[in-house]
C-alpha cells in the first residue's frame, strides 16, 4: 500500500506560479508512473498530467499543456507539477495519484492510488 501527500498549494493571483510537490511511501517508488488529478467544487475529477517510470515520457491534458510541467525525483520519492501562467479555471483540489501503469493515465482507466489533496486557488 502506498501513501502520497501532496504540499505546495495556496493562494496565487491570475498569470502567477506555483510549485505541487507529492512525497511516495515506499522504496519501489520508482516503479509507478505518477500523476496528477483535479477536482473543481461541483465538477468530475479530471486527469492534469502524468509521467512514467523513469521520467522519460509524459502526457497532458489539453487544458495545461505549454503551462504545467510534471518531472519525478527517484531519489527523493517526489513528484512535481510545476503550474505556470494560472487562471481561475485552474483553481482545484490536486491529488497525486500513483499507478504501476503509465498507460493507465492514458487510456483513462487509472485505479491506482490517491493522495489527499491540496488546494490551488487562483484570484482575478
Known amino acids: 500500500q502506498v501513501q502520497l501527500v501532496e504540499s505546495g498549494g495556496g493562494l496565487v493571483q491570475a498569470g502567477g506560479s506555483l510549485r505541487l510537490s507529492c512525497a511516495a511511501s515506499?522504496?519501489?517508488?520508482?516503479?509507478?508512473?505518477m500523476g496528477w488529478f483535479r477536482q473543481a467544487p461541483g465538477k468530475e475529477r479530471e486527469f492534469v498530467a502524468a509521467?512514467?517510470?523513469?521520467?522519460?515520457?509524459?502526457y497532458y491534458a489539453d487544458s495545461v499543456k505549454g503551462r504545467f510541467t510534471i518531472s519525478r525525483d527517484n531519489a527523493k520519492n517526489t513528484v512535481y507539477l510545476q503550474m505556470n501562467t494560472l487562471t481561475p479555471e485552474d483553481t482545484a483540489v490536486y491529488y497525486c495519484?500513483?499507478?504501476?501503469?503509465?498507460?493507465?493515465?492514458?487510456?483513462?482507466?487509472?485505479?491506482?492510488?490517491w493522495g489527499q489533496g491540496t488546494q490551488v486557488t487562483v484570484s482575478s
Open positions: 509521467i512514467s517510470w523513469s521520467g522519460a515520457s509524459t
Open positions: 515506499g522504496r519501489t517508488f520508482s516503479s509507478y508512473a
Open positions: 495519484a500513483a499507478d504501476r501503469s503509465f498507460r493507465a493515465y492514458l487510456s483513462g482507466t487509472f485505479e491506482g492510488y
